[in-house]
Nanobody, 122 residues
Framework: QLQASGGGLVQAGGSLRLSCATS????????MGWFRQAPGKEREFVAG????????FYADSVKGRFTISRDNARNTVYLQMNSLKPEDTAVYYC?????????????????WGQGTLVTVSS
């Protein structure tokens, strides 16, 4: 089970940090990802990180502004979001990746959190 938190209302240029805690532990998945879905749009990949190693993956739209990190001891993944823009407004979901392949491919994720709403005002 995944529990995402940290969403809210922020002005453009501001920051938020999302957290996602997994009760399953790090052994139930290869890594974690953050996705988002804006009103009227399809869900899209935001960022991903394996539980081991040093790799991280980002959508082009968030590179340089968002940072994904993990705390294996706490079974938690974070998404630090800086320089937020109105187009970042969406429901953000964390997900557990259980199969090998691209972190950008949401079909490789089997565990999904309930989502947390991020609203960026202009």
């Amino acid at each position: 089970q995944l529990q995402a938190s940290g969403g809210g209302l922020v002005q453009a240029g501001g920051s938020l940090r999302l957290s996602c805690a997994t009760s399953e532990g790090t052994g139930s998945s290869i890594g974690m990802g953050w996705f988002r879905q804006a009103p009227g749009k399809e869900r899209e990949f935001v960022a991903g990180v394996p539980w081991g190693g040093y790799s991280t993956f980002y959508a082009d739209s968030v590179k340089g502004r968002f940072t994904i990190s993990r705390d294996n001891a706490r079974n938690t993944v974070y998404l630090q979001m800086n320089s937020l823009k109105p187009e970042d407004t969406a429901v953000y979901y964390c997900a557990g990746k259980t199969r090998r392949g691209s972190y950008y491919d949401e079909t490789l994720y089997d565990y999904w959190g309930q989502g947390t709403l991020v609203t960026v005002s202009s």
